[in-house]
Nanobody
Framework: VQLQAFGGGLVQAGGSLRLSCAAS????????MGWFRQAAGKEREFVAA????????YYADSVKGRFTISRDDAKNTVYLQMNSLQPEDTAVYYC????????????????WGRGTLVTVSS
């Protein structure tokens, strides 16, 4: 499966953005999906994940209550709604796919998309 994230941009602190990740391939619905981010000079970190059924979602503590992951299999797309953005959320955001049961911990993702930059100004 091929992935492409988009929807990043510049937003003021307290604002919102919605990222989208479009997937190619008819097997999209079989994959668990995740969002990750990497800030400048830092390691990539897990942000959120959603099961292939869409029934289970998981979040990093740093975004819990502010970010929401969702998916629309009819559109082969996974979303990340980001509210109450803070400068520390500034990073390149990546979407990824896996069939591994460790998806909720951000592990063993096999397919990665190009990232989209989110910049939050104070």
């Amino acid at each position: 499966v091929q992935l492409q994230a988009f929807g990043g941009g510049l937003v003021q602190a307290g604002g919102s953005l919605r990222l989208s990740c479009a997937a190619s391939g008819r097997t999209f619905g079989r994959y668990h999906m995740g969002w990750f981010r990497q800030a400048a000079g830092k390691e990539r970190e897990f942000v959120a994940a959603i099961s292939w059924t869409g029934r289970n979602t998981y979040y990093a503590d740093s975004v819990k209550g502010r970010f929401t992951i969702s998916r629309d299999d009819a559109k082969n797309t996974v979303y990340l709604q980001m509210n109450s953005l803070q400068p520390e959320d500034t990073a390149v955001y990546y979407c990824a796919a896996t069939s591994s049961g460790t998806y909720s911990r951000g592990l063993r993702y096999d397919y990665w998309g190009r990232g989209t930059l989110v910049t939050v100004s104070s």
